[in-house]
T-cell receptor
Framework: EAQVTQNPRYLITVTGKKLTVTCSQNMNHEYMSWYRQDPGLGLRQIYY???????DKGDVPEGYKVSRKEKRNFPLILESPSPNQTSLYFC???????????FGSGTRLTVV | AQSVTQLGSHVSVSEGALVLLRCNYSSSVPPYLFWYVQYPNQGLQLLLKYTSAATLVKGINGFEAEFKKSETSFHLTKPSAHMSDAAEYFC????????????FGKGTLLTVNP
């Protein structure tokens, strides 16, 4: 089954403790992206990657890092999480041209 | 820069009534347009998309949307609401090519009353 898999689904952590949210897709998509969803704000793009070793900032990149060493994986790294990063995170991948987005099931992160 | 405005953060309809969720976009080039649905505690599911073929787009679950360039709108409709339609709906726009970024509206929560 074609899918984007995120882990973990739920995570509670403390301020300053580094964490990684993994994202993997099995569709051989070149394009991958991370979004965060906050009530009343919709979804906002954090980072995206057009291909292996090619990444760039989205609208809200502060406090996040990403890497794209393999085509299928696009982890999101929070090196020093803060409470304002408490949010619902989605990973997505797409076919060329951005016409065929597939979203993961989401990761609900709480930073206390 | 692209932007999407969804009019009404909360829409309430009766079961069997028309559903109309409004979306207006701003884009410097002819865009791709999408509607996504999010059920409680779930991810995003694509309802339909406009990619410059027919201006009236039919999607899943009986939803459809019409692209109106003169009004820069892409409103979502369904003739008869079901209880199972209760969810949050997001309109999104993407530049053709570019970095494929989806710019989302803030969402509209649809409530369906019995």
């Amino acid at each position: 089954e074609a899918q984007v898999t995120q882990n973990p689904r739920y995570l509670i952590t403390v301020t300053g403790k580094k964490l990684t949210v993994t994202c993997s897709q099995n569709m051989n998509h070149e394009y991958m992206s991370w979004y965060r969803q906050d009530p009343g704000l919709g979804l906002r793009q954090i980072y995206y990657s057009m291909n292996v070793e090619v990444t760039d900032k989205g609208d809200v990149p502060e406090g996040y890092k990403v890497s794209r060493k393999e085509k299928r994986n696009f982890p999101l790294i929070l090196e020093s999480p803060s409470p304002n990063q408490t949010s619902l995170y989605f990973c997505a991948s797409s076919t060329p041209g951005g016409l065929g987005y597939t979203f993961g099931s989401g990761t609900r992160l709480t930073v206390v | 820069a692209q932007s999407v405005t969804q009019l009404g953060s909360h829409v309430s309809v009766s079961e069997g009534a028309l559903v109309l969720l409004r979306c207006n976009y701003s884009s410097s080039v002819p865009p791709y347009l999408f509607w996504y649905v999010q059920y409680p505690n779930q991810g995003l599911q694509l309802l339909l998309k406009y990619t410059s073929a027919a201006t009236l787009v039919k999607g899943i679950n009986g939803f459809e949307a019409e692209f109106k360039k003169s009004e820069t709108s892409f409103h979502l409709t369904k003739p008869s609401a079901h209880m199972s339609d209760a969810a949050e709906y997001f309109c999104a726009v993407s530049d053709r090519g570019g970095n494929y970024k989806l710019t989302f509206g803030k969402g509209t929560l649809l409530t369906v009353n019995p």
